[in-house]
Antibody, heavy 116, light 108 residues
Framework: EVQLVESGGGLVQPGGSLRLSCAAS????????MSWVRQAPGKGLEWVAN????????YYVDSVKGRFTISRDNAKNLVYLQMNSLRAEDTAVYYC?????????WGQGTLVIVSS | SYVLTQPPSVSVAPGQTARITCGGNNIGSKSVHWYQQKSGQAPVLVVY???NRPSGIPERFSGSNSGNTATLTISRVEAGDEADYYC???????????FGGGTRLTVL
């Protein structure tokens, strides 16, 4: 059974940092692109970032470019999202997803709240 | 940047057919994927590559894509189909993933 389990969310002050993790199991992790998608409270889905199998290609939505970094550890089946210079508008549930175009599988999400 | 436009809401009676549209410039040249998101849950893929269903998704869910409009069709709608539905494409010109704004399906 495919499982994606996010962790690392929480309350952070504006300008602060958080690192999200996503643990993958039940599929050949190293064979997949991986993505992060977020959903602000009461809003729609927004793709945040993705990366290819070996980490040599990474893409970001313009609003997080230069602030967020996606990375992965294929030996541990983990994908990360380092979030710096956080803003109130980054408040959202963050999902990781296996990115086979389409997004085949999703985690349950982790909530990030940016507030003073 | 590429934009996908969905109606905010669609309402349908049980047993009837719901059609949810997703508009985009020449979207017919792209592969469109559809996700269902029930309240408080993560999204689930229901149709991929315009009209294919993942295993476990009922045959009542189908999709089409031509010209400037893609359509998700749900036949014989059930109360359990009530959810938000999102279309999604990959925009090769920007290497960005794009989601539509979402459509709330209400079963009357």
């Amino acid at each position: 059974e495919v499982q994606l389990v996010e962790s690392g969310g929480g309350l952070v002050q504006p300008g602060g940092s958080l690192r999200l993790s996503c643990a993958a199991s039940g599929f050949t992790f190293r064979g997949y692109w991986m993505s992060w998608v977020r959903q602000a409270p009461g809003k729609g889905l927004e793709w945040v970032a993705n990366m290819n199998q070996d980490g040599s290609e990474k893409y970001y939505v313009d609003s997080v470019k230069g602030r967020f970094t996606i990375s992965r550890d294929n030996a541990k089946n983990l994908v990360y999202l380092q979030m710096n210079s956080l803003r109130a508008e980054d408040t959202a549930v963050y999902y990781c997803a296996s990115d086979g175009q389409p997004f085949d599988h999703w985690g349950q999400g982790t909530l990030v709240i940016v507030s003073s | 940047s590429y934009v996908l436009t969905q109606p905010p809401s669609v309402s349908v009676a049980p047993g009837q057919t719901a059609r949810i549209t997703c508009g985009g410039n020449n979207i017919g040249s792209k592969s469109v994927h559809w996700y269902q998101q029930k309240s408080g849950q993560a999204p689930v893929l229901v149709v991929y590559d315009d009209g294919n269903r993942p295993s476990g998704i009922p045959e009542r869910f189908s999709g089409s894509n031509s010209g400037n409009t893609a359509t998700l069709t749900i036949s014989r709608v059930e109360a359990g189909d009530e959810a938000d539905y999102y279309c999604q494409v990959w925009d090769s010109s920007s290497d960005h993933v794009v989601f539509g704004g979402g459509t709330r399906l209400t079963v009357l």
